[in-house]
């Protein structure tokens, strides 16, 4: 089985603009969740799709936003972009939406100049 | 809010030894995660664990309910697991709070 697909590798974006990313999950995996990685805070939970529904939201501004499609897959967009949101933005899935281990992307990482 | 803590920040061992890397956290859970971050950024789930003990390999994750902790082990390191290991805890679905990571580094 593929795992989870994460793109584009990398990013490099100016301030004000925006961006989406993208989630394949690992085939027959219908929960995608999202986080975001920096130096500064760690990681930290974004949000969490099941069946084409956000379940969890983390403690984000609403310039974040998701999306799940029919086959699963997800992505993530950032509007209005800050010097703050330079990051690694990693995507977990798995089968369900109850507790079982995580299958992680490589993950994009996001410079905003 | 749920806090979680991770001990130690840094760990230096060497080859052979028997590690250890503790995880507190503040409010009742549904899941502790353990992950393990290579450099280049790739993470790896190493455990899922709600309750008792889960050993694969060399590795070992214990959890004590009461008293909201949980325990990472590794017997008999290698430099191979030299990495950044996160403990994240969860309340609900995948929304975990995790701790800032234990830089480990195996020496041979």
């Known amino acids: 089985k593929a795992g989870v697909t994460q793109t584009p590798r990398y990013l490099i974006k100016t301030r004000g603009q925006q961006v989406t990313l993208s989630c394949s999950p690992i085939?027959?995996?219908?929960?995608v969740s999202w986080y975001q990685q920096t130096p500064g805070q760690g990681l930290q939970f974004l949000f969490e799709?099941?069946?084409?529904?956000?379940?969890n939201k983390g403690n984000f501004p609403g310039r974040f936003s998701g999306r799940q499609f029919s086959n699963s897959r997800s992505e993530m967009n950032v509007s209005t972009l800050e010097l703050g949101d330079s990051a690694l933005y990693l995507c977990?899935?798995?089968?369900?939406?109850?507790?079982?281990?995580?299958?992680f992307g490589s993950g994009t990482q996001l410079s905003v100049l | 809010k749920n806090e979680v803590e991770q001990s130690p920040q840094n760990l230096t061992a060497q080859e052979g030894e028997f590690i250890t890397i503790n995880c507190s956290y503040s409010?009742?859970?549904?899941?502790l995660h353990w992950l393990q971050q290579h450099p280049g950024g790739g993470i790896v789930s190493l455990f899922m664990?709600?309750?008792g003990k889960k050993k694969h390999g060399r590795l070992i994750a214990t959890i004590n309910i009461q008293e909201k902790h949980s325990s990472l082990h590794i017997t008999a390191s290698h430099p191979r697991d030299s990495a950044v290991y996160i403990c994240?805890?969860?309340?609900?679905?995948?929304?975990?709070?995790f701790g800032e990571g234990t830089q480990l580094t195996v020496n041979p």
């Open positions: 085939s027959g995996h219908r929960s």
């Open positions: 664990l709600s309750s």
């Open positions: 994240g805890s969860g309340t609900s679905g995948s929304r975990l709070t």
């Open positions: 977990a899935s798995r089968e369900g939406p109850t507790n079982e281990k995580l299958f």
């Open positions: 409010v009742g859970i549904s899941a």
């Open positions: 799709y099941f069946s084409e529904t956000q379940r």
